[in-house]
């Protein structure tokens, strides 16, 4: 069918409401428009059914990661998830609060532990203070880093942290993001190494991909952020040969670049 | 290490939630095949090492002998077993296979969003999965074992010092290559081709022959499951037609002479 055929077409929706103690999924009825995503319907469902329904949105173009939640029990932004790609393979939509998470109320979690855990992390250290020269070859695999919006669906989606509640032992795919843009950038004179063992827990992420899958901005999370991460604790743990020919020196502090 | 938050109705309990549709109705699909196809391929490893004696036909080796190792030490029992545990655990440590067989072995988690089926999780922090830390090093030797497939596979076009094509020398050449791509897109080769380093420009006169290196690796890296897949099914096809020959169960078909 195509897009226009599903056009005034009301569609039951199932929605989460409820708090971090008790709750249930309810149906609501929600009429069809072109190229309607998720948080429309939730916000038709607002406007006209339930003016209660809690839901965190903000710019509604994918560039604010507010609306992270799960959809059919998969973590996804509600304001990229179209609704015809459902009506198409003719499945129910179901729609509830990121699972990591304690839930505040309906759809909105509580992820203030995500902002403790930034607080903690060392920021950048520069040798000097700014204005820094840097060279596109040494800014560009930070440039992906970067494009992050902090929409925590990659924390959602981390079994270690969705499962095993491991989060006092591993930060979560967000963080090893941020501590490999930290640590790969070149006028950084922290040796951070050890932080990302220990403190970051990167031993903990058995390399299966699920952050990388799920985020919107096409993150490759685990191929460019954790397995360096891995590769540079391996240098520093579990390389003797590495150690013989260079000595277990710390990370030297960067040299000027050149004019 | 990290605090947890105080607030009482936050604290660590499941949110009685959940949504009643599955996640992906037919998750378990791809874990049962890939489950299936990396046992079947270790049990046939596990054969080829453990009940055969040579994997020689003529000017053909069977990539579990290359190379020939048992012969040149003159060692009588098992001769694969002295060269085939080097890719055997390149590809048990590698990054890509460990997303396959956590998620197809260990349900850990069987797919994204599915629940985990281990309740006692420890990640890579013990061993003995914290040894595929050791990783480069299988890498390290796996390079030397490409070197010789690629001798084994040129040997494969000498029939009695003439050059000639067969089937056979194809299926080997084809074997060398791919295995040559599955192993020179590794993460452990793109880190220690350039991935280690945070600044390839900063130092004067540092050629940035390190930068293009890493580069080109992390292009072929975007496709190392996919060399890992081929390279296996091509091994894997490879050593059963040349044990085929050995067998005389077929012959092989010379499309030069």
Same mark, same amino acid.
């Given at each position: 069918m195509t897009e226009d055929g599903f056009r005034g077409r009301e569609v039951p929706i199932w929605i989460f409401r409820g708090d971090g103690l008790s709750g249930e999924e309810r149906q609501y009825m929600v009429e069809l428009s072109p190229g309607m995503v998720v948080l429309d319907a939730v916000l038709y469902v607002q406007q006209h059914e339930a003016p209660d329904l809690a839901v965190r949105w903000n710019c509604k173009a994918a560039h604010c990661g507010s609306c992270g939640a799960e959809v059919n029990g998969r973590p996804r932004l509600l304001c990229k998830t179209r609704m015809d790609d459902y009506m198409r393979r003719n499945e129910a939509v179901h729609v509830g609060p990121m699972k990591t998470f304690p839930v505040i109320r309906d759809l909105v979690p509580d992820i203030r532990k995500n902002y403790e855990i930034a607080r903690r992390i060392p920021p950048f250290t520069p040798a000097h203070p700014a204005p820094f020269q840097l060279w596109p070859e040494?800014?560009?695999?930070?440039?992906? %880093?970067?494009?992050?919006?902090?929409? %925590?669906?990659?924390q959602d989606v981390c079994h270690v942290l969705r499962d095993h509640h491991r989060l006092d032992h591993y930060m979560g795919p967000r963080f090893m993001l941020k501590l490999a843009e930290l640590d790969m950038h070149p006028l950084d004179t922290r040796d951070r190494t050890p932080y990302v063992r220990r403190e970051g827990g990167v031993d903990w992420c058995n390399v299966t991909r699920c952050c990388s899958d799920v985020c919107p901005e096409a993150i490759a999370i685990t191929e460019n952020a954790i397995i360096p991460l891995k590769e540079r604790v391996a240098d520093r743990y579990f390389d003797p040969i590495r150690d013989f020919w260079r000595g277990r020196s710390r990370r030297p502090a960067p040299e000027p670049p050149e004019k | 290490m990290h605090? $947890?938050?105080? #607030? +009482? $109705?936050? $604290? #660590? &309990?499941?949110? +009685?939630? &959940? @949504?009643?549709?599955? @996640?992906?109705?037919?998750?378990w699909i791809e874990p049962v095949l890939v489950g299936a196809a990396l046992a079947l391929f270790v049990l046939y490893s596990l054969w080829e090492v453990f009940f055969q004696v040579h994997g020689r036909y003529?000017? *053909?080796?069977? +990539? *579990? /002998?290359? =190379?020939?190792?048992?012969?040149?030490?003159?060692?009588?029992? /098992? =001769?694969?077993?002295?060269?085939a545990w080097v890719p055997l655990l390149f590809r048990a440590s590698c990054y890509y296979y460990r997303r396959e067989?956590?998620? !197809?072995?260990?349900?850990?988690?069987p797919a994204c969003a599915v629940p985990d089926r281990r309740t006692r999780y420890t990640g890579e922090t013990r061993p003995?999965?914290?040894? @595929?830390?050791?990783?480069?090093?299988?890498? *390290?030797?796996?390079?030397?074992?490409?070197?010789?497939?690629?001798?084994?596979?040129?040997?494969?076009?000498? /029939?009695?010092?003439? /050059?000639?094509?067969?089937l056979g020398s194809l299926l080997l050449l084809v074997d060398a290559a791919l295995l040559s791509l599955y192993t020179f897109s590794c993460h452990a080769f793109?880190?220690? !081709?350039?991935?280690n380093l945070n600044c390839y420009r900063c130092k004067p006169r540092r050629p940035r022959a390190r930068y293009h290196l890493w580069r080109v690796i992390s292009r072929l890296n975007q496709h190392h499951g996919l060399y890992a897949w081929i390279s296996m099914f091509w091994v894997w096809g490879t050593a059963v037609y040349v044990r085929l020959l050995i067998l005389g169960l077929i012959r092989d078909p010379r499309l030069l002479r």
């Open positions: 040494d800014v560009e695999r930070l440039k992906e %880093f970067r494009r992050c919006i902090e929409c %925590f669906l990659c | 605090d $947890s938050l105080s #607030h +009482p $109705s936050l $604290s #660590h &309990q499941e949110p +009685p939630h &959940q @949504t009643k549709a599955a @996640t992906e109705r037919y998750f003529h000017n *053909y080796l069977s +990539p *579990y /002998f290359s =190379p020939d190792l048992g012969r040149w030490l003159k060692i009588p029992v /098992f =001769p694969a077993l002295w060269v067989y956590y998620r !197809a072995w260990f349900g850990s988690p003995p999965m914290v040894w @595929t830390y050791f990783h480069r090093f299988f890498f *390290y030797l796996s390079t030397v074992v490409v070197v010789f497939l690629w001798v084994d596979a040129l040997h494969g076009f000498d /029939f009695g010092g003439r /050059f000639g094509i067969g793109r880190h220690l !081709a350039g991935g």
